[in-house]
């Protein structure tokens, strides 16, 4: 079982649409969950963050974590062309270190 | 604030030969990270670095990678012999908070290609 597993996508939405970005983890200790945004032939770069349960709202972006389901989300509201990218879910694991352990990513298109 | 510096942008390498990556981090930034990233696949830690010193290297392939930190500022990633199965980007990355992890700025990353 993969430590961080994402849908490798890609997931399509109109513009304007919400886009729901789903990610499980399979360590019960793991503290915080960040979810990057990754342009093609660029580098990631950090969207939000997240500590506790329930939801973290940032623009339009909203994150979202249950630690009993081992799950967190990323909804995007207002979809735009320009959120077409590739979202990584990265977790930080009990006693790793402080280390991020990745998920492989979605491809999310917004489509006109 | 300048961002993270890598450099080179793109490397073609046979099969065998050696090939080393330098990474200049934000300026007060003691945390410093080496990433791989496989097309397709999201960036792998090969090492954290502490200032100088190593925090976790335990996914850095020991027999042909070797990385190092300097005066605790940049790094150099090296692989010596390379394979084909190196081919990927190279991500480094650094942090301002005490212990790393998370809030990772990154840079623009090196391209390498193995023939």
């Known amino acids: 079982q993969k430590e961080v597993e994402q849908n490798s996508g890609p997931l399509s939405v109109p513009e304007g649409a919400i886009a729901s970005l789903n990610c499980t983890y399979s360590?019960?200790?793991?503290?915080?969950f960040f979810w990057y945004r990754q342009y093609s032939g660029k580098s990631p770069e950090l969207i939000m963050f997240?500590?506790?349960?329930g939801d973290k709202e940032d623009g339009r972006f909203t994150a979202q974590l249950n630690k009993a389901s081992q799950y967190v989300s990323l909804l995007i509201r207002d979809s735009q062309p320009s959120d077409s990218a590739t979202y990584l879910c990265?977790?930080?694991?009990?006693?790793?270190?402080?280390?991020?352990?990745f998920g492989t990513g979605t491809q999310l298109k917004v489509e006109l | 604030e300048a961002g993270v510096a890598q450099s080179p942008r793109y490397k073609i390498i046979e099969k065998r030969q050696s090939v080393a990556f330098w990474c200049n981090p934000i300026?007060?930034?003691?945390?410093l990270y080496w990433y791989q990233q496989i097309l397709g696949q999201g960036p792998k830690l090969l090492i954290q670095?502490?200032?100088?010193?190593?925090?976790?290297d335990s996914q850095l392939p020991k027999d042909r990678f070797s990385a190092e930190r300097l005066k605790g500022v940049d790094s150099t990633l090296k692989i010596q012999p390379a394979k084909l199965e190196d081919s990927a980007v190279y991500l480094c990355?650094?942090?301002?908070?005490?212990?790393?992890?998370?809030?990772?700025?990154f840079g623009p990353g090196t391209r390498l290609l193995v023939l």
């Open positions: 990355a650094s942090s301002s908070t005490p212990q790393g992890g998370g809030r990772e700025y």
């Open positions: 360590d019960r200790g793991s503290q915080s």
């Open positions: 997240i500590y506790s349960n």
């Open positions: 990265a977790v930080k694991l009990t006693g790793g270190g402080n280390k991020l352990t």
């Open positions: 300026s007060g930034h003691a945390t």
């Open positions: 670095f502490q200032n100088n010193g190593v925090v976790d």
